[in-house]
Nanobody, 122 residues
Framework: QGQLVESGGGSVQAGGSLRLSCAASESIYYSQCVGWFRQAPGKERAGVAAITVRGDAIDYAGSVEGRFTISRDDAKNTVYLQMTSLTPEDTAIYYC???????????????WGQGTQVTVSS
């Protein structure tokens, strides 16, 4: 079983919402920053949001700020990405990842989940 497991992807129409979940092993959850990334066909993997271990610092990519919310649930060792006002440009495979260093740069992340597909139709 992976140390990071994403779920919650699917297909929605533009304007809709989805909530992605990233279930982490306990050792990772309580020691690492967790970030969400996405990769659209033909594009590089890009940072979407990141949250510190304590949840006291959060960063968002400009393209999602105000529409996406990252949060942590300590009771479930899970990090969520609530996505609202989705557009076709949000279509991508979404990955969660963990790192000792909180940032939106994928190359700083050590642990990765398998990804979950999000498709937004117009």
């Amino acid at each position: 079983q992976g140390q990071l497991v994403e779920s919650g992807g699917g297909s929605v129409q533009a304007g809709g919402s989805l909530r992605l979940s990233c279930a982490a092993s306990e050792s990772i959850y309580y020691s690492q920053c967790v970030g969400w990334f996405r990769q659209a066909p033909g594009k590089e993997r890009a940072g979407v949001a990141a949250i510190t271990v304590r949840g006291d610092a959060i960063d968002y990519a400009g393209s999602v700020e105000g529409r996406f919310t990252i949060s942590r649930d300590d009771a479930k060792n899970t990090v969520y990405l609530q996505m609202t006002s989705l557009t076709p440009e949000d279509t991508a495979i979404y990955y969660c990842a963990a790192s000792l260093y909180c940032s939106l740069s994928a190359d700083r992340y050590t642990y990765w989940g398998q990804g979950t597909q999000v498709t937004v139709s117009s």
